[in-house]
């Protein structure tokens, strides 16, 4: 997982709300290997008509916005399933970050397992931002300062503090894990299992 510290990057408005996994990637594609990539998979049906074709109309098939790093989404984003695939859509496209004033705690869940920042600002915030970025602009995520950066303006979010290590250093909890092997075997030698 690849360490996240700051991000400045175009942010794509989509203010609509419930944007679920089935639209982030629809379940057709959930038997591909995330390796094999899964870019051409997000919002597929939202990005691409019957035959193949982009719609101009989709925010990240539109100028300025199709390189976004950053989604600044309505409520709720990521409900549904627990589809993991989402996640890996997501990063592969270059979406390193999703700014929304509530989301799923099981997508919660497993963006921060794979490396997606989720920050979480006041609905009024997000108004804002979804306002402001209707014209293509970067916005800067910075999780070592924990604030949203928007010109002048800086937006402060809270974020769990094992979180925020696991993606300052690029490590999820499996490897955080591997880092006590000494101290679960020395436990495990304490107290044998009967």
Not at 64 to 81: E, H, K, M, Q, Y
Not at 102 to 109: G, L, W
């Amino acid at each position: 997982m690849r360490p996240f510290t700051r991000l400045t990057a175009i942010a794509a408005p989509m203010p609509e709300a419930n944007i679920d996994t089935d639209r982030i990637i629809p379940a057709r594609f959930v038997d591909r290997r995330p390796q094999d990539g899964l870019a051409d998979c997000l919002f597929h049906d939202q990005r691409f008509d019957e035959g193949g074709s982009e719609r101009p109309g989709f925010i990240l098939n539109r100028t300025g916005w199709r390189d976004a790093g950053i989604l600044v989404t309505g409520p709720n984003f990521g409900c549904g399933s627990s589809r993991e695939h989402a996640i890996f859509a997501l990063l592969d496209y270059g979406i390193r970050a999703v700014i929304a004033p509530s989301v799923a705690e099981i997508f919660t869940n497993n963006a921060f397992e794979n490396g997606l920042l989720i920050v979480t600002l006041d609905a009024a915030i997000i108004e804002g931002l979804l306002d402001r970025t209707a014209t293509p602009r970067p916005l800067t995520v910075d999780l070592d300062a924990q604030a949203v950066i928007d010109g002048n303006a800086s937006h402060p979010f809270a974020i769990d503090p094992r979180r925020r290590r696991c993606l300052l250093e690029g490590t999820d909890t499996l490897s955080l894990t591997l880092r006590m092997a000494d101290r679960i075997a020395a436990f495990e030698a304490r107290y044998p299992a009967p």
